[in-house]
């Protein structure tokens, strides 16, 4: 199974300057123009504030963009869900025997999960995401000496490898299949 791919300026795959630029304004166009993203109207009073305070905190990482209302907001609906159903099993412990109403409280709780990862909402996501952005930033020893050979050393070794082939060499390429007995 394929990873899933990350956004340019956080990823560890060596980049040459212009594919990473190529990737951010292509990231960036896809952002679109929409800006922050807005809690979507059908979300109650408690689950816009849940989706205010994760816009507000991720602000500063830039990441969000008016395209991620959609997993905000599920996020928000997942949060406040169990934040309900918790209290309510707090106040009726019974159903916690109920095979139905834990059966929906797991399900918001994988919700709750896939959210808060896909958002970079669980330490262990933050921590991945800060790990690839500082070796994304740090400079690559081989790459900076391969870049630091002269163009010039580079061309004249590139010639001398076909100095030592023969200008007479053909090759016969046959129809014919031989065996090669052991």
């Known amino acids: ?7 340019a300026a956080v990823t560890v795959k060596h980049l ?17 123009a929409g ?3 807005k809690p979507p109207k059908h979300l109650s009073a408690e689950q816009r504030k849940i989706f205010s305070a994760v816009v507000k905190q991720l602000s500063e990482a830039d990441i969000l ?3 991620d209302s959609a997993i905000l907001a599920q996020y928000a609906i997942a949060k406040d ?18 095979a139905q109403y834990m059966s929906s409280r797991k399900q918001y709780m994988s919700d709750f999960f ?16 800060a790990n690839m952005a500082m070796n994304s930033a740090q400079a690559d020893p081989l790459l900076e000496a391969l870049r630091s050979i002269p163009e010039e050393a580079a061309e004249e070794t590139a010639s001398d490898d076909f100095d030592s ?3 007479d060499l053909t090759v016969e390429i046959t129809d014919e299949f031989t065996e090669v007995e052991e």
């Open 65 to 67: 963009c008016a395209l």
């Open 114 to 129: 896939r959210c808060t990862n896909e958002l970079c909402l669980s330490p262990q996501s933050r921590a991945k995401m």
């Open 165 to 167: 082939v023969p200008d």
């Open 35 to 37: 800006g922050r993203p």
């Open 1 to 7: 199974m394929a990873r899933p791919a990350k956004s």
């Open 81 to 98: 869900m169990l934040r309900l159903m918790d209290e309510e099993i707090a106040r009726d412990p019974e159903l916690l025997a109920s």
């Open 16 to 32: 040459t300057a212009d594919e990473r630029s190529a990737r951010l304004a292509g990231e960036k166009k896809l952002k679109g």
